[in-house]
Each structure stands twice: as structure tokens, then as C-alpha cells.
């Protein structure tokens, strides 16, 4: 298996511009999860799905910010309009069962400028 | 609330040594399991080892063992016989039997010096 694959790897984009994080969780992974890292806050949960339903969005910071999963090989994260403040790394992980432990992504690091 | 507590921000180490790094949690609940997670500057986040509530015996995968105190709340990383490749910030997490969401600490960047 591939692992959670994220693209892109890196964004740069200009404040006020729309941004589109993507992930492909691993086959056969029911949960998914968006976290957001930053050396002030350190690792941040902002929503989590399980079987393609959004679970718990509570830690999504503002209306900005939305995830969707349309289907089980397929999520996005998207800031619309992004701030220099979302700069930050973005991680998606899944998992077939949370006590296993997430697999995570490589992350996307958005620098909005 | 369940917390995680990592209270050394950054430690160091010459290569070949033996290093502990230290993590306590809190929680009034039995059954759960504790993580340690690596990231090293590739950023990626690896999964090192995993540790059941309800096993006494201490969790091993070859260079790195952990010290499992239930009573005390304390879940240690040791890492024996370092390599360079080791230098990575250290995050420890715990998740409550059933639970969805891991709980991270803030992590302890190590360092290991040729």
C-alpha cells in the first residue's frame, strides 16, 4: 500500500485566495482525520469522518475552513479566503481502527503570503 | 478532559547512547492505549510503538522499548544504542479504548550528535 497520500506537498498562496488540501487514506481505512500543526499550537484535530461522515468538526477554526469526503478514497480540507495566519502544516491520517494508532500523510505546508 | 504531558522540550545525545524520554498522561479511566509517534525533519509522522492499558508487559520494537507505569500514569521512550537517524521531534499520544480521537502531547525534540 501507498500509505495516505497529501498533495500538494507544499502551497504558497496570496491572502484572500482559495486553497485546496487533498488526501487519498488508505484502502479499507474507515476514519479519516485533518490535523493542523504549528509550532505555537502543536498538533491540532480539526475534523474527523468515519465511513465518509463528518464526525466531529469542532476543532475547525472558523467558517473558513470546510472538509469534505465525497467518497472513501477521497478527502479535502479548504480555506476560503485563506490568511497569513493558516500558514501552517496540514496533516490527513486514517485508520481501519483507532486503537491501532493513525498512519499519517506526508502533510502539505501552506504558507499564505 | 484526558492530557498529555512531554516536559522536556528538547534533549540531546551523542551517538551510541541511551536515551529517555519522558511522558505522563491523565486520565480516571482503565482501558486505553499509549502511542509514541517520531517526526523527523522530513515531517513526516511515523508511528514507533504502541502500548495496550490492559498488558503489564512492556512494548518492544527493536532499538526502542517503552517503560509502562499504569499506576504512576507514566509511558517512557528508550531509546538504546541511538543513531543520527534518531534525531526527530518525539510526540507521545494516548486514545481511551473505543475513542476516536488521539490526544498528543507536545512533543520533545531529540537531537543525536555525531
Known amino acids: 500500500d501507498a500509505g495516505v497520500i497529501q498533495s500538494p506537498r507544499h502551497e504558497v498562496t496570496e491572502m484572500g485566495q482559495e486553497v485546496t488540501l487533498r488526501c487519498k487514506p488508505i484502502?479499507?481505512?474507515?476514519?479519516l482525520f485533518w490535523y493542523r500543526q504549528t509550532m505555537m499550537r502543536g498538533l491540532e484535530l480539526l475534523i474527523y469522518?468515519?465511513?465518509?461522515?463528518?464526525?466531529?468538526d469542532s476543532g475547525m477554526p472558523e467558517d473558513r475552513f470546510s472538509a469534505k469526503m465525497p467518497n472513501a478514497s477521497f478527502s479535502t480540507l479548504k480555506i476560503q479566503p485563506s490568511e497569513p495566519r493558516d500558514s501552517a502544516v496540514y496533516f490527513c491520517?486514517?485508520?481501519?481502527?483507532?486503537?491501532?494508532?493513525?498512519?499519517f500523510g506526508s502533510g502539505t505546508r501552506l504558507t499564505v503570503v | 478532559a484526558q492530557t498529555v504531558t512531554q516536559s522536556q522540550p528538547e534533549m540531546s545525545v551523542q551517538e551510541a547512547e541511551t536515551v529517555t524520554l519522558s511522558c505522563t498522561y491523565d486520565t480516571s479511566e482503565n482501558n486505553y492505549y499509549l502511542f509514541w509517534y517520531k517526526q523527523p525533519p522530513s515531517r513526516q509522522m511515523i508511528l514507533v510503538i504502541r502500548q495496550e492499558a490492559y498488558k503489564q508487559q512492556n512494548a518492544t520494537e527493536n532499538r526502542f522499548s517503552v517503560n509502562f507505569q499504569k499506576a504512576a500514569k507514566s509511558f517512557s521512550l528508550k531509546i538504546s544504542d541511538s543513531q543520527l537517524g534518531d534525531t526527530a521531534m518525539y510526540f507521545c499520544a494516548f486514545i481511551l479504548q473505543g475513542a476516536q480521537k488521539l490526544v498528543f502531547g507536545q512533543g520533545t525534540r531529540l537531537t543525536i550528535n555525531p
Open positions: 484502502s479499507g481505512h474507515d476514519y
Open positions: 469522518f468515519n465511513n465518509n461522515v463528518p464526525i466531529d
Open positions: 491520517a486514517s485508520t481501519l481502527k483507532p486503537g491501532l494508532g493513525y498512519t
